[in-house]
Nanobody
């Protein structure tokens, strides 16, 4: 079954860290720029960070210098290291191809809740 599986979320206090993981099917992972997205309560899903197949990265301004995206091409995995978390980072985090035309069905996501 072709699916994305995200994990690593949880409930943390402001200032703490979490590391998210995503396993992607090779069909979507190989040669594709991958990304992490998040959806806060009552808001649309937004792109948080992306990484090309060659390892170049880009981040939303709101997470720059706090979040780090990485990938393991041998394992078809994408990671998101999140440091100095704030309540504004609360939401469900998803991974998928960065380009809309390359995306597959969204996974369940992983919930991140940051308390103040």
């Amino acid at each position: 079954q072709v699916q994305l599986v995200e994990s690593g979320g949880g409930l943390v206090q402001a200032g703490e860290s979490l590391r998210l993981s995503c396993v992607a099917p090779r069909t979507v992972f190989s040669a594709n720029t991958m990304a992490w997205f998040r959806q806060a309560p009552g808001k649309e899903r937004e792109l948080v960070a992306l990484i090309t197949s060659g390892g170049n990265t880009n981040y939303a301004d709101s997470v720059k210098d706090r979040f780090t995206i990485s990938r393991d091409n041998a394992k078809n995995m994408v990671f998101l290291q999140m440091n100095n978390l704030s309540p504004e980072d609360t939401g469900v985090y998803y991974c998928n191809a960065a380009l809309r035309v390359r995306r597959i069905t969204w996974g369940q996501g992983t919930q991140v809740t940051v308390s103040s």
